[in-house]
Structures are given as C-alpha cells and as structure tokens.
C-alpha cells in the first residue's frame, strides 16, 4: 500500500519485482500495455537472453536497431562516459562476464579483471542505430531499469491516469498531490533505515556496490576504465525528474564527483561511505537519522 | 559464492508453498512483517525454519541468519539478522552506531511509518541462498 486506499499491480520483470500502485484499480487494458512495454524492454535490452538485440552484438559485430527509447538513453551514457572519463560506460558487460555476472549466472571470476572496450573504439550509437566493430556485451543497466519506470510512468499517463507510483525495487516514479514518505535502506541491514525522504513528483533511485555481490570484492558496480569494482562508496541515493536520469546517476555517483555532475545535471543525491560517513546535496538534507 | 551454507534446519509439520518471488521481495521484507506472497510448488510442512546464507560483501565474506515461519501454504513471518562476522563489518557497524558525526545512524524499519523503501539489500543474495536450502529442506 504506498497512499492509503490506493491499489497495487505487481509482476516481475527484466529480473526485478515492479509495483504499480494507483487511486483506483488499474482496467485490464493498462495492464496488458504495461506487460507489453516491459517485454518489449526486456526483448530489446537483456544480456541474459539468447533473442534479445543485444544479444546479437554480443554474437558478432553488426548494426541493431533499437527501440525509439534508445535516444535519449544514448545521450545520457554518452554525457556520463565524457564526465566519467570511461569509468561509466554501457560497455562493461564484458567486464562483468569476466568476472563471473553472466547470463549463466556462473558467479566465478573467469580471469583478472578487464577493462571495457572504449566507446570511441568499438561502438557507434545514434539514436536507434547502433553498430558495433567488434563483438560487444552491452549493458545498459545503469540507466535501464530507471527509464523503464519512466516508459510505464508515460503508458499510466496516456491512460489518462495522473497519480501513480512506479516501484521496481526500489528505484521509483511519484506523481501524486500527496508527498510519500520512503525509508532509505541501511546498507548493511535491510531491516533498518538510515533515513526517510520525501518524495513528491519525482524520482527515486539508489544503488549500492553489494546489491549484487558474488565474490571477493567482486560486486556489480565496476570502474569501466580498469574492469575492477568500485570500494569505496557502498550506497547511493538520488532524486532527479525522471527515473532514467536518477537510476544512471545513482551508479554515476561511485565513480565522478558529484560537483561535476551537479554541473550537468538537475538532481539531489546522498552518499555513503564504506567507513560509514555520509556525503549530501539539499535535496537530502534532514533525512538521515541523527 | 564459495561457502556452502550453513544449514540448521529447525521445525517441520505440514503443507506449504515457499515461492522463489519472496525471495525477490525480501529487500521489502522488513523484519518479522508478515510476508504473504507465495506462488510456487508444495507442499512443504509447517513450522519455523532457520537457515544462513554466507555472501560477500566488498569487506569480505559475510553471514546473513534467515527465519521463515511457514504455515498453511504461506510465510507468514520473515525475520533477519545479520551476523557481522566479519571484523571489517564489525567495525563499520559499530562506526554506524557511534553517532559520530557524519555517521549515518539505523533505526529499525518498523519503528517508521512509512509503506517503501529505497536502497539495496545486501542480504539477497544469501536470503535467497538460504531460501533455496529451506525449500528442499521443508518438503
């Protein structure tokens, strides 16, 4: 129940659980559309499928062409790996197979860590075009999941149906003329919160280095520029207008100062630390526990 | 993953149905909340089941203790605690409760009102670890 009264609509998708809560229950037809753009998504974007476009680049070197969606998704990878210096790019899923993150979900380091091939090498992305010279494994997880909340934010919408949220895990898009109140997990024990933050019309995300962690300081949030995971910071939160933008910044934030995203960018963020401190801009301030 | 678990299986009676979808929803399973989401095959038996999940977190390995209680086909508790044996973790943890300044500071989920949370559960991975050992263990 995320306002009271108001009903849910969950389902799992691109490896998450998704929860759509509205004032009223949601009409079949919304539902079928919803299921159908996650597919869709799903079809377009996983590395964990043999049949998605992806997958064909990973196969052999060649042009695919994307959904519509892939835009502005291009234009967001393309700015945070210029401000990352490589470090966040949406070749690293070659770097995360080395390391064991693999559709085979084989979980064991194949060898030393190794670095993503550099965009300008490899990759040539316009829009909905995109070619690879060489076999890549794209992964544009980052940022995915994030615009997927915004692509069934814009369905609800189209449905003429105005307050929502879209939860997938986690990482959601409010739209209500009620704020909502949204713990922030501890990242080191989910049954408590280091702090609850105000969510209204906008944005939510976090991300955390041991989300996903499978090995000896082997986790899903690498460094693209030297294969390795990132140690330093072990949770992010962010707030921006769409789910795209602060699901990739999430991740950005282990890797750039958030100075120079601030400079890009329109959001609020807070960092934690592997030594426990915290790091927050004004969107956060007064939400952590004290 | 290269621990095996550790298993201690504790009750057993009869007639459950343990869903690898609540273990997709234990980031939201806050503490001893009832968890009513359940799907897959059974039965399994009644009871109160206890198992540890090892994972490794970017301090090392780590042990998460995971309590199910199943009944009539359902969990109907969920309770987890995180055993810090990592001295790392230990540290970090009793860093997290000094309340220096410019720590962040836990406060139980259910002590807030609040229906949602944000972030990323450590646990998953040896929750559902542990998960899988109960299901085969419980039928």
């Known amino acids: ?290 | 993953m290269t621990t095996p678990l550790r298993k201690s299986l504790l009750v057993g009676a009869a007639g459950l149905s343990l869903a690898s979808s609540v273990a997709a929803c234990a980031p939201s399973a806050q503490g001893s909340t009832p968890q009513k989401t359940s799907t897959v095959s059974g039965p399994y038996k009644d009871g109160t089941y206890s198992a540890d999940g090892d994972y490794f977190s970017p301090n090392g390995g780590e042990t998460v203790g995971v309590q199910l209680t199943l009944a009539g086909d359902t969990i109907s508790a969920v309770d987890i605690t995180v055993h810090a044996n990592n001295p790392n973790t230990k540290e970090f943890q009793g860093q997290f409760k000094n309340g220096i300044a410019a720590q962040v500071v836990g406060k139980k989920l259910d002590e807030i009102n609040v229906s949602k949370v944000a972030g990323s559960s450590l646990t998953s991975e040896g929750f559902n670890k542990a998960v899988e050992t109960i299901k085969s263990e419980a039928k």
């Open chain 1, 1 to 290: 129940m995320t306002h009271t009264g108001w009903s849910d609509f969950s389902f799992d998708g691109i490896g998450t659980r998704w929860e759509i809560s509205t004032p009223e229950e949601l009409p079949d037809g919304v539902r079928l559309s919803l299921l159908g753009v996650v597919e869709d998504y799903d079809r377009s974007y996983s590395r964990f499928r043999n049949d998605s476009l992806v997958a064909a680049l990973a196969r052999e070197p060649g042009t695919v062409t994307l959904p519509a969606s892939a835009g502005e998704l291009e234009q967001l990878f393309r700015k945070l790996y210029r401000l990352s210096n490589g470090a966040m790019t949406p070749l690293v899923g070659g770097s995360l197979e080395r390391l064991g993150y693999g559709a085979d979900y084989a979980l064991r380091p194949l060898g030393d860590p190794v670095p993503a091939p550099r965009w300008e090498d490899v990759l040539v992305w316009r829009g909905t075009a995109i070619s690879a010279s060489a076999p890549v494994v794209l992964d544009i997880g980052a940022a995915g999941k994030g615009q997927l909340v915004d692509l069934l934010a814009a369905v609800l919408r189209g449905a003429g149906i105005t307050e929502f949220l879209v939860d997938a895990s986690g990482d959601m898009l409010h739209s209500a003329a009620e704020p909502l109140g949204v713990a922030l997990e501890h990242p080191y024990d989910p049954s408590q919160a280091i702090g609850v933050v105000e969510l209204h019309n906008g944005a939510l995300c976090a991300s955390a280095a041991n989300r996903r962690a499978w090995g000896d300081g082997l986790h899903h949030v690498l460094d693209g520029a030297t294969g390795r995971p990132i140690e330093t910071v072990v949770a992010t939160w962010t707030m921006a207008a769409t789910a795209m933008e602060a699901d990739a910044l999430a991740t950005a934030l282990f890797m750039v100062d958030p100075t120079v995203l601030e400079g890009e960018f329109d959001f609020s963020w807070l960092k934690v630390y592997s030594d426990g401190h915290a790091a927050y801009s004004a969107g956060f301030e007064g939400t952590l526990f004290s």
